[in-house]
């Protein structure tokens, strides 16, 4: 079979492109087709570390896993991570290229252009279809110059589109016909359908609204897709995922607060807490206080460590955590969370900003100096002699006293390395480790730590039985014959 591409482009961020494209790549798995998932750029800090020691968008790691083939750099060979003052640090095929205000960027992207196309020849060739994903809104023709992300890619591999609105959000209508009417001519013609995302109630009453998108447009009605309430299951990718609203949880007895800082990062690794039913996952946004009743508070990782610390004192829950912890609460740092609760971390470099120094929270006996090299590798060892498989994803070097009693042993070469730092009491804990609490054995040891009853979640079983509900779902409501016949 020829290699095949098709292109899923969204009126605007969040309409479900990333979900589509993972429903997708599992439907046509299922069907017996080698399926790759390609995102030419992306911006995202929730990343994922791949076999070869790189790094790629979240949701292009759950793609492939939803493909059942490992994650390539390949498949999202532009990953922007959002930071400071100094903008986003540029990754190229999973290797950091150094950092970049917007305006740089947009004169740093049509260099960036050969190693896109370089990408996804690699995989067009070890696929018989690649589902590629778009970014933001098609219709930022603001953007368009030089653009490598939705129709300046899909003009230069000649790829055909498929556009996606939300009907969640309102004026889908016009948003689908909006998007068309501001695009050139010669852009809007590689639109071959569109697909309208996250409807609600009974179909038939939209049926005029479909018949009047494709009327205006002259594009394929190829599915309405009723909104999916289990996506909640599946790891999100965009921060925008923070802001929906918390699901009750009345049979909740632990309280775990989270402090959500402007740039935090891998925030994924809540998602196995908040799928438990015993667990009430707390988001405290700025002008909030960290509860007093929490059982533990977790610090979440960050793109910019420093930056981020600066926010946590001036919204004042510095003071709120030392009292927590006066309370006999307990703490969890994880990655950037680590770094702050040390004693001090340096920036010699300027790295994240200006080079200099801070004081941490000093709730640990340990001192961090961020460094160039970034750490990216999957691991496994032990915590509290139980096992866990996870990854490290951080820039920066973690030593002091406090490592004396480190957190877990990891698995190495030459045998067991200690990792993370523990405080004298016991309370505070920070470790580089990501993706802790989606192994159920760990898991299960911080529910009982708190003192929470067993947990019957299979979180990683859970995952993949919700990839293929998705799979199944979109059988259902959209063409998939016909997606594969018009793509190229």
């Not at 309409?15 to 993972?22: D, F």
Request: contains cysteine; charged residues 20%.
């Amino acid at each position: 079979m020829t290699t095949r591409a098709l292109m899923f482009q969204g009126t605007g961020s969040d309409v479900g492109k990333s979900l589509i494209v993972a429903g997708l790549a599992r439907a046509f798995t299922q069907r017996g087709l080698r399926v790759r998932p390609f995102k030419p750029q992306n911006m995202s800090n929730n990343a994922a570390v791949t076999p070869d020691g790189g790094e790629i968008g979240r949701a292009q790691a759950l793609q492939a896993r939803a493909a059942g083939v490992p994650p390539s750099v390949h498949m999202n060979p532009v990953l922007l991570k959002p930071q400071s003052e100094i903008g986003a640090q540029v990754v190229v095929q999973g290797r950091a290229r150094g950092n970049a205000r917007a305006s740089e960027y947009q004169a740093l992207k049509p260099a960036l252009m050969a190693a896109v196309l370089e990408s996804f020849e690699t995989l067009r060739a070890q696929a018989d279809l690649v589902l590629v994903e778009g970014a933001g809104s098609a219709s930022e023709i603001n953007l368009r110059a030089g653009d490598i992300a939705n129709m300046g890619f899909a003009r230069a591999a000649n790829v055909p589109v498929v556009l996606i609105g939300d009907i969640d959000r309102g004026g889908v209508i016009a948003s689908l016909v909006g998007t068309g009417a501001v695009l050139p001519e010669d852009d809007a013609s590689m639109i071959r359908g569109f697909l309208v995302n996250r409807f609600r109630g009974d179909p038939a009453l939209f049926a005029p609204g479909m018949a009047e998108i494709a009327r205006r447009t002259g594009w394929e009605p190829l599915g309405l897709i009723p909104f999916f309430p289990d996506a909640r299951r599946l790891p999100a990718e965009d921060a925008l995922a923070l802001d929906a609203p918390a699901r009750p949880k009345p049979d909740a007895t632990l309280r775990i607060a989270v402090p959500i800082l402007p740039r935090i990062a891998n925030f994924d690794d809540l998602d196995p807490l908040e799928a438990e039913p015993a667990v009430e996952v707390m988001r405290i946004r700025p002008g909030g206080a960290l509860p007093g009743d929490a059982d533990l508070v977790i610090l979440p990782g960050s793109k910019s460590t420093i930056a981020d610390l600066e926010d946590f004192r001036r919204h004042g829950w510095d003071i709120d955590l030392l009292a927590h912890v006066r309370r006999g609460g307990q703490v969890l740092g994880l990655c950037g969370g680590y770094q702050m609760l040390g004693r001090t971390i340096a920036d010699p470099d300027g790295i994240e900003g200006q080079p200099g120094s801070v004081a941490g929270l000093g709730l640990l006996d340990v001192e961090t100096v961020l460094s160039g090299d970034k750490r990216l590798v999957a691991i496994t060892g032990t915590a509290a002699d139980i096992p866990f498989a996870g990854y490290e994803m951080h820039m920066g070097v973690t030593q002091g006293p406090g490592r004396t009693r480190p957190f877990a042993q990891i698995d190495g070469p030459d045998g067991p390395m200690p990792e993370g730092a523990v405080s004298a009491d016991g309370r505070v804990i920070g470790t580089y480790a990501h993706g802790l609490f989606a192994d159920d054995r760990q898991r299960a040891h911080w529910l009982a730590r708190l003192g929470a009853a067993p947990s019957p979640l299979a979180y990683e079983t859970g995952v993949e039985e919700t990839l293929d509900a998705l799979a199944a779902h979109l059988e259902r409501h959209v063409d998939l014959d016909r997606l594969l016949e018009l793509a190229r």
